[in-house]
């Protein structure tokens, strides 16, 4: 799966990409490794959830994230606070 970095809590190390298919998946940084608004990104099972590796296409850097869910609607990322 692929998307581009949406937004970015870094209070609570949660970051939203919106992916190709033009819904949400929102993981959390369990390192310091950098991402930035509009970097584009890449993980291998589309729906993983917890520990995964993410590649950061734009920075060309490889680093675990926990996935904490995926196709959730715009919507949803309002009221869970993740985006403004």
Do not use: C
């Not at 033009?22 to 993983?48: C, I, N, R």
């Not at 869910?69 to 403004?84: A, C, E, F, G």
């Amino acid at each position: 799966m692929e998307g581009i970095i949406y937004a970015i809590d870094p209070r609570r190390g949660m970051v939203v990409v919106k992916t190709t298919d033009s819904k949400f998946s929102v993981f959390e940084l369990v390192s310091d490794d950098p991402v930035d608004l509009g970097d584009k990104v890449h993980w291998f099972q589309a729906t993983s959830l917890g520990s995964t590796l993410l590649t950061n296409i734009t920075q060309n850097r490889i680093f675990q994230v926990n996935f904490q869910n995926h196709k959730v609607p715009k919507s949803q990322l309002k009221k869970q606070r993740l985006i403004d």
